[in-house]
């Protein structure tokens, strides 16, 4: 349980509420070890491992995923029981030997391969390639039907509390909808087929152990309905609007293009979001919830600011598809912005509706009401 945690990959994700990761001990006739713990852990993780197990009782270790934040603690793992065999997919091979550079006794596994743990219960194989790196994998333990979907289903979410049943609903549905946009949303098509062929495979699931936040063992299956559900270009009827600003020009704007959004359309949910003081991946999530954007800036220096082209990149590779959008923003003299980022957020995949509005110098009188009517006509435009 990692309640400090606030940012993972680097910096490129926030994660507020900070983050588990997930590790799991089956006892049966043979003892098996599913996945580990990130890296900062590694020696208190093999520690209190050992408080539970006598190390040596482990029969084997299955690796569901490389990355660090659950293959961390496997050189420590290995340093004291180093003969055992590693489950993993073929890709994992690869990216355990990439990071770590040890030659473990690795067993390949490919979907539907099966182990007998004893006690009736077998283990079976279900690769996940690119959902959301090329060696992800789950495993299904027939018996107690419990899928461990590592990285599927989780949430950025620590909480002593380690089932779905047992959390505020609120945030379990934010975090986990936001770690959907924000790491699998690129993977849509694949994740589609995936949920296809799972359900497919027709295996009773009562539990899904995750590898981040809690378990789902009440209706596990709401979480995969509604994987299903934002694997669809998913978008609810909310319009976002995304700016920075430099001596609160663009910011009068995009405070009357909202108003005019919500003139226009009054049943439309408005959101008004400053990217350079708000959090880039929960203005991210925003997005994925929208059904369009409004993006502003002001020209500056020919272009656009960085705030906003960072932003516009990181959308970009998040692959939203079906999302209407136009662009706003006040000017000295050149002027350049908003069509710069009408090409930008064209080529992010977005389809920009019209020309987009600009002003020059301060917003008066005038102005402000153009952007009203501005932001009335988007109203229409993007319910078309
Ligand atoms: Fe939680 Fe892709 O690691």
Same mark, same amino acid.
């Given at each position: 349980m990692d309640w400090?945690l606030?940012?993972?990959? $680097?910096?490129?994700?926030?994660t507020?509420r900070g983050s588990s990761y997930n590790s799991?001990?089956?006892?049966?006739?043979?003892?098996?070890?599913?996945?580990?713990v990130w890296? %900062?852990f590694?020696?208190?993780?093999?520690?209190?491992?050992?408080?539970?197990?006598?190390?040596?009782?482990?029969?084997?270790?299955?690796?569901?995923?490389?990355?660090?934040d659950h293959?961390?603690?496997?050189?420590?793992? !290995?340093?004291?029981?180093?003969?055992?065999?590693?489950?993993?997919?073929?890709?994992?091979?690869?990216?355990?030997?990439?990071?770590?550079?040890?030659?473990?006794?690795?067993?390949?596994?490919?979907?539907?391969?099966?182990? /007998?743990?004893?006690?009736? @219960?077998?283990?079976?194989?279900?690769? !996940?390639?690119?959902?959301?790196?090329?060696?992800?994998?789950?495993?299904?333990?027939?018996?107690?039907?419990?899928?461990?979907?590592?990285?599927?289903?989780g949430q950025h979410l620590a909480s002593e509390n380690l089932?779905?049943?047992? #959390?505020?609903?609120?945030?379990?549905?934010?975090?986990?909808?936001?770690?959907?946009?924000?790491?699998?949303?690129?993977?849509?098509?694949?994740?589609?087929?995936?949920? /296809?062929?799972?359900?497919?495979?027709?295996? %009773?699931?009562?539990?899904?152990?995750t590898s981040h936040g809690v378990s789902?063992?009440?209706?596990?299956?709401?979480?995969?309905?509604?994987?299903?559900?934002?694997?669809? /270009?998913?978008?609810?009827?909310?319009?976002?609007?995304?700016?920075?600003?430099?001596?609160?020009?663009?910011?009068?704007?995009?405070?009357?293009?909202?108003?005019?959004?919500?003139?226009?359309?009054?049943?439309?949910?408005?959101?008004?979001?400053?990217?350079?003081?708000?959090?880039?991946? /929960?203005?991210?999530?925003?997005?994925?919830?929208? @059904?369009? #954007?409004?993006?502003?800036? %002001?020209?500056?220096?020919?272009?656009?600011?960085?705030? #906003?082209? $960072?932003?516009?990149?990181?959308?970009?590779?998040?692959?939203?598809? $079906?999302?209407?959008?136009?662009?706003?923003?006040?000017?000295?003299?050149?002027?350049?912005?908003?069509?710069?980022?009408?090409?930008?957020?064209?080529?992010?995949?977005?389809?920009?509706?019209?020309? $987009?509005?600009?002003?020059?110098?301060?917003?008066?009188?005038?102005?402000?009401?153009?952007?009203?009517?501005?932001?009335?006509?988007?109203?229409?435009?993007?319910?078309?």
């Open positions: 400090e606030q940012s993972f990959h $680097g910096e490129e994700l926030s507020h799991y001990l089956i006892q049966e006739e043979k003892n098996v070890l599913i996945d580990t890296l %900062p590694a020696e208190e993780f093999v520690d209190n491992l050992a408080g539970k197990i006598d190390l040596q009782e482990i029969d084997f270790i299955i690796a569901n995923h490389g990355e660090v293959s961390g603690a496997l050189p420590a793992l !290995m340093r004291r029981i180093p003969d055992k065999p590693i489950y993993c997919s073929a890709n994992a091979v690869k990216s355990l030997k990439g990071q770590y550079h040890e030659d473990w006794d690795f067993r390949v596994v490919r979907t539907g391969d099966k182990i /007998d743990i004893g006690n009736g @219960k077998e283990i079976i194989f279900i690769e !996940m390639p690119m959902l959301h790196w090329p060696d992800s994998m789950a495993a299904y333990l027939t018996g107690d039907n419990i899928l461990f979907s590592n990285d599927a289903f089932f779905n049943d047992l #959390v505020d609903q609120d945030e379990l549905y934010y975090e986990a909808m936001k770690y959907y946009a924000n790491i699998l949303n690129p993977f849509n098509p694949l994740l589609r087929r995936k949920l /296809d062929e799972i359900a497919a495979l027709d295996l %009773p699931i009562d539990i899904i152990a789902w063992r009440d209706n596990p299956m709401q979480i995969v309905e509604k994987y299903a559900e934002w694997a669809g /270009d998913y978008q609810e009827n909310q319009i976002t609007i995304i700016y920075d600003t430099m001596w609160n020009g663009t910011k009068r704007l995009a405070e009357k293009i909202a108003e005019g959004v919500k003139l226009g359309d009054e049943e439309v949910t408005v959101k008004l979001c400053n990217i350079a003081k708000g959090d880039k991946n /929960d203005i991210a999530t925003e997005v994925f919830r929208s @059904k369009a #954007v409004v993006m502003g800036s %002001p020209t500056v220096s020919n272009s656009i600011l960085q705030s #906003v082209a $960072g932003f516009v990149h990181l959308v970009k590779g998040l692959k939203f598809k $079906g999302k209407k959008a136009a662009a706003f923003g006040c000017y000295g003299w050149s002027g350049e912005a908003v069509k710069i980022l009408n090409g930008l957020m064209e080529d992010a995949g977005f389809e920009v509706v019209n020309e $987009g509005y600009r002003n020059q110098w301060n917003p008066d009188i005038d102005a402000k009401r153009a952007a009203v009517d501005f932001g009335k006509e988007l109203a229409k435009e993007f319910n078309k």
